[in-house]
T-cell receptor, first 115, second 109 residues
Framework: GAVVSQHPSRVICKSGTSVKIECRSL??????MFWYRQFPKKSLMLMAT?????????EQGVEKDKFLINHASLTLSTLTVTSAHPEDSSFYIC???????????FGPGTRLTVT | GQNIDQPTEMTATEGAIVQINCTYQ??????LFWYQQHAGEAPTFLSY????GLEEKGRFSSFLSRSKGYSYLLLKELQMKDSASYLC??????????FGAGTTVTVRA
């Protein structure tokens, strides 16, 4: 089956620093990748949609200058949380979709803690 | 906009059956997914319904009625490992998934 990996799985950083999270589709080409965040006991909220070779589309209320998304290839998308603050602490999950498939395959998630 | 409702919590006994309902009002519909999510982990795929009716897959079944904007996930022969959050999600015309808040199912011995 389709496998999506995320790295790192956990990261702790200090306020004001930037953190990069990688999302890779291991055995298929992902036309589109999605980035979600999830607060404790809450559901997943879509942050942005990333298409290979083009700019990401951000959901309302998500700051594109704070959450930088790059989708440089069909197997890799990155999310960079810039100038992180404690309120950015969350569980970040990516998913990937093949061209003619509605299903999204989820990565294992990245737990970000900003101190 | 998207509006997806499901109960917050449900509790059942090992070996029993639990039905998790989901109602939705969405702009554009290309199917409904059910996911299972254990704490601190990513969601795992359980089912996908795009046509009306019941889809059975082992101990799990999912039902969809598009005219009523309604779906349910049925978990049979509950096991302790089924304790998790169950997420109902609708996929729209632009391939975006909108999630409900999730139903936390607790299975008791």
């Amino acid at each position: 089956g389709a496998v999506v990996s995320q790295h790192p799985s956990r990261v702790i950083c200090k306020s004001g620093t930037s953190v990069k999270i990688e999302c890779r589709s291991l055995d298929f080409q992902a036309t589109t990748m999605f980035w979600y965040r999830q607060f404790p006991k809450k559901s997943l909220m879509l942050m942005a949609t990333s298409n290979e070779g083009s700019k990401a589309t951000y959901e309302q209320g998500v700051e594109k200058d704070k959450f930088l998304i790059n989708h440089a290839s069909l197997t890799l998308s990155t999310l960079t949380v810039t100038s992180a603050h404690p309120e950015d602490s969350s569980f970040y999950i990516c998913s990937a979709r093949e061209t003619r498939d509605y299903e999204q395959y989820f990565g294992p998630g990245t737990r970000l803690t900003v101190t | 906009g998207q509006n997806i409702d499901q109960p917050t919590e449900m509790t059942a006994t090992e070996g029993a059956i639990v039905q998790i309902n989901c109602t939705y009002q969405t702009s554009g519909f290309n199917g409904l997914f059910w996911y299972q999510q254990h704490a601190g982990e990513a969601p795992t795929f359980l089912s996908y319904n795009v046509l009306d009716g019941l889809e059975e897959k082992g101990r799990f079944s999912s039902f969809l009625s598009r005219s009523k904007g309604y779906s349910y996930l049925l978990l049979k022969e509950l096991q302790m490992k089924d304790s998790a959050s169950y997420l109902c999600a609708v996929i729209s015309n632009d391939y975006k998934l909108s999630f409900g808040a999730g139903t936390t199912v607790t299975v008791r011995a």
